[in-house]
């Protein structure tokens, strides 16, 4: 299948995306140290761009000339990232404009897509810098695969696309409580998982998913072919205006989250030309609006008390935290996990310590949930709480999402 894994040809012209302030701030030294020559010596040429502020990358991806490069590649954590995708769909030309490979070298401290790559690539679990040399490796060999994509949707903010993970309780709370510790680069989650350990909350909520089938692989490529507009939105048309209008609206909303003792990243808000949601990207074939019933396929789960929601799409949620072992770059399953509300402090640390090495679902712990799904939902009844995207905070409230099964295209090696 040449579409489903292709090599980047030489010479390759890649844009190389540094977020200078992500990690320990040392990416920038770590470029120097480790990558440019690297990369120069696999003849790969390269132009640095070093970003200046959040969401400087999406807009650069957003506007750039696409045809005078070969590969966009982000040395950040996995927020960068985050930004070069949902700047690429929200391009008029979104549909070309995913298909342009992406690489990723881990310079955060949240660097679970490169775990996850290096994972796949069937390389034993490193991390830090070892993992940055190992990922650089894999980059020079220059093989493309079509990687998922989730759209999500949130109550008052245009769709997002995230690549990794959407969490609410426990690791969100952990994600975000953890952004003090950066210092510590990526044990800022070890360290946070162990204070919020002592203090252990309930989260009350209303979860839902469509349980994922096997569908043959040319049917779920036929659905993200479609170009219907999503259907799920507000109506987005407005008199006298052409509804292709590149979105300019900022769709993190830091403000939404209410807990005043966490300290989020500010977020910068880009002028807007228009107040409307996103008529770029694929349409969602399986979620109808967020404020309407599900269709009867769905599976209610019946608790409403939980500590934790996790939705993964790749192996790897940190650099040592393989929190979905059967998790695949393009499967189109999004592996959904909850815990139920009861498991006990010491189950609970058991189950993040087994993460480490994958193996916490053949613990049998009887708290813990796991699902493959194409759809979920999920409505917060607690009135204050966090829900992350790839690690980012984004509106708290009700969420739904789908998959896009290779949706993008990325450097595995
Ligand atoms: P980390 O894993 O260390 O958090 P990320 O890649 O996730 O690294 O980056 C964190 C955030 O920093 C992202 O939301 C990104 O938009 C933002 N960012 C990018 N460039 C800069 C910069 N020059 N200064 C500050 N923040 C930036
Ligand atoms: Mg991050």
Known sequence: DELSMNKLSRPCRMMLLVNPQSGKGQALTLYNNHIQRMLSEAGIQHTLVITERQNHARELVREADLSQWDAL?????????????????????????????????PGGSGNALAASIHHYSGAPQVSSEELLVSCGFLMCKGLVSPMDLVCIHLSSCPRVFSFLSLAWGFVAD??????????????????CTLVRLASLRVYKGKLAYLPATDLPKHEEGLRNKKTLHCNNQPPTSVPGRPSTVSPRVNTFHNSCHSNNSLKVRKVESTPSRSTNISLTGPSDSLLPPLDQLLPSDWVVVQEEDFVLVLAMYQSHLGEDMMAAPGSTLDEGVIHLFYVRAGISRAALLKMFLAMEKGTHLANNCQHLVHAKVRAFRLEPYTPKGIITVDGEVVEYGPVQAEVHRGLARIITG
């Not at 950040?76 to 391009?91: A, C, K, Q, T, W």
């Open 174 to 191: 952990v994600d975000i409580e953890s952004e003090k510790y950066r210092h510590v680069g990526s044990a800022r989650f070890t360290v």
């Open 73 to 105: 590649v982000i040395m950040s954590g996995d927020g960068l990232l985050f930004e070069v995708i949902n700047g690429l769909l929200e391009r008029p030309d979104w549909e070309e404009a995913i298909q342009i490979p992406l690489g990723i070298l």
